[in-house]
């Protein structure tokens, strides 16, 4: 079992569809960073517990980058949305040739437009 936790800085162009006077369409994309926060890697072989740090020297990079793609709606100053993040980095430090982990996320997003 793997957690990982980051916080991700996204650069995202918007386009806005106005579809009536108060309400508005938003289709969002750009490029993202996530920087590793916490996490923890467990398992449990025949009885025997392990857990470690997931981001410790032999596992995951802190380090995460890729393309955020995004919809969601504006009524009136409330915002609703879904994304999806689309990681490019293998994120495996020592991973074997050919071996990938990459991350995807899927969010859902509730704002205030100011």
Same mark, same amino acid.
């Given at each position: ?6 916080? @991700?800085?996204?650069?995202? +162009?918007?386009?806005?569809? %106005?579809?009536? @006077?108060?309400?508005?369409? *938003? ?6 960073? /996530? &920087? ?12 025997? %517990?392990?857990? #470690?740090?997931?981001?410790? $020297? $032999?596992? &995951?990079?802190?380090?995460? %980058? ?9 009524? =009136?100053? !409330? ?5 999806? @993040? +689309? /990681?490019? !980095?293998?994120?495996?430090? $020592?991973? #074997? #040739?050919? &071996?990938?982990? *990459?991350?995807?996320? &899927? =969010? !859902?997003?509730? /704002?205030?437009?100011?």
């Amino acid at each position: 079992k793997v957690g990982m936790a980051y916080f @991700d800085v996204p650069v995202l +162009l918007s386009y806005r569809l %106005a579809l009536s @006077d108060n309400m508005q369409l *938003h289709l969002n994309a750009g490029p993202f960073v /996530g &920087f590793g926060a916490f996490g923890t890697t467990s398992a449990n072989y025949d009885g025997d %517990a392990y857990s #470690e740090d997931t981001f410790g $020297e $032999e596992t &995951f990079s802190r380090l995460d %980058a890729g393309i955020s793609l995004g919809a969601g709606v504006s009524v =009136g100053k !409330i915002y609703f949305g879904l994304k999806y @993040d +689309l /990681g490019m !980095i293998n994120i495996l430090k $020592e991973a #074997e #040739e050919g &071996f990938y982990v *990459h991350s995807r996320v &899927f =969010g !859902i997003t509730v /704002g205030l437009n100011f």
